[in-house]
């Protein structure tokens, strides 16, 4: 093989890894962004849940795992958007300070077919430090979309 | 027949006087943290937030048992209550959280016992489900509300040879020999407790209990009927100008609430001598009893104006601000046993303080709390700096 030869197949194979890389380096940047690898895991357990409440449901807790603060604000109930501001939700979000990893939904009751509170185990944190929390969580359908009400006393006494 | 002096005669009336002003009890607000009454100001439980609290019997010699009532935030309704037995330096734990559609108390610590003998352990735990305020017919609710701890009474018993007491022992002495507990004046004021509000993190907060000194239960309590503030007691419940009742030492005006720059801060007002019962229908009118004297009449006895300061022009603003929780009537007032408020203080961006005063016949109400402030690095309970009213 000449040296020019030798340089072109050279340059093409360091071309062929660099491009292998890249697109390595792209898969790997898809599934972070898609949440794939850190994915949340909810289990129904054959609990009875309506197809639309059940999307709503996943992708709020999907968006609170990644505390994506402004996308889960827009799925808060109507009048909690017009009564809390931007900064208080967030301080509300980032005090929960570990990542939730685990929902096994155990009961949903709806009293009314625009109201329904899901019964919820729940898994945060890693290791050693994992701990166990149960929610009651609301939901309310305004205009044929479901949005979340949350429910904590402390933070957001004038919705309790 | 022996005849007095006018002297003698003028200085006995005296004494008796100062006798009868002082029948309310010489109860005081501890400033060790230590006393036979404990107070916390607020429990949370639901969304994720669980309280832990502890109380500690700080003597050395004497055992002391204590009964812990929750009672709920809107109405003060009791939805547990149970003994403690605490051995001398002894420390008890338990947790309020959420759990599989109700809210619970657990705890593995060996202090709490029934009368049989048989106690809490890591093998063993406790766990007691809170009652429904008001038979589920109002909006209050378990999740929320704040504790007493009352000594029943002290006892000294004997000791291990490695120096601790056996709760065997303590649980035996208190049903079986009642007579030997020091009661009243005599009760030992060596129990200090805390509380922590913890967060999915874990990430925690926690507040020292308002302790009172010489509360002096008398009576052996037991969980088969409702204690009260101020029943069977050597200090009563009160009223605010009564000095040594419970609403006298608890009385506080012009509570300082620091507000960090960006920050969020809820003033947790809680009011332990109002001791509501469930609202009732009277001629269609729901209607409501307190028992504290203070709040005796209605709602408008707690009504109240905050002062705002800020951190550059000093400036005072004085309104009557549209707070949560919704006022029932103007001016401002505040409804619940345990009232949360969030205060729409316009100075944000640089931070600074806020006062909230109480006005009514009398200045200053009987209350503890803290407030719940929450930064951007966290959240924390800062104890009120207050005035206390002058008779």
Known sequence: ?160 | MVRLSKFVSLWLGLCLCLALSMSAGAATLSQNGKGDLLLYPVYIAGDGVKTTFHVVNTDTNSSVVAKVVLRSGKYSQEVLDFLIYLSPNDKFSATISYEDGKYVLTSTDDSFCASDGTCASELNPFKFTLKEPCEGLTNDYAGLGYIEVISAGSVDLPKESDGTVNKSDIVKEYWNNWQNFKTGGDIVDSLTGYAEVVLPGPDYSGYQAVAIANYGNNNQLTVSSETKLGDGAITALGDINQSGSLENILAKNNLVVPVSKEAVAIPVVTFPTKLSSCPYLVNGQSTVDNLGPFFAGGDDNTTYTISYYDMSEHSTIEQNPIVSPVPKEAPNTLPDELNLLIVDYPFTNSGGWFKINFKKDVPGAPLVGVVAEFTENGFSFIPYAYDVPQP
């Open chain 1, 1 to 160: 093989m000449s040296k020019v030869d030798w340089k072109i197949w050279h340059k093409g194979i360091r071309m062929k890894i660099f491009g292998k890389r890249l697109l390595y380096l792209g898969f790997i940047l898809f599934f972070l962004r898609s949440g794939i690898v850190f994915a949340l895991n909810i289990y129904y357990n054959e609990v009875k849940i309506s197809q639309e409440l059940k999307q709503a449901f996943q992708k709020y807790w999907m968006l609170r795992s990644k505390k994506s603060i402004k996308s889960l604000l827009k799925r808060e109930a109507p009048y909690i958007q017009d009564m809390v501001s931007f900064e208080r939700y967030k301080r509300y979000i980032l005090l929960y300070k570990s990542t939730i990893k685990k929902i096994e939904v155990k009961k949903v009751d709806c009293p009314q077919p625009f109201f329904c509170a899901i019964e919820f185990k729940s898994l945060w944190g890693e290791g050693k430090k994992q701990q166990i929390y149960w929610f009651r969580d609301l939901w309310v359908k305004v205009e044929g979309k479901w949005y979340h009400v949350i429910k904590n006393p402390l933070f957001f006494p004038e919705i309790n």
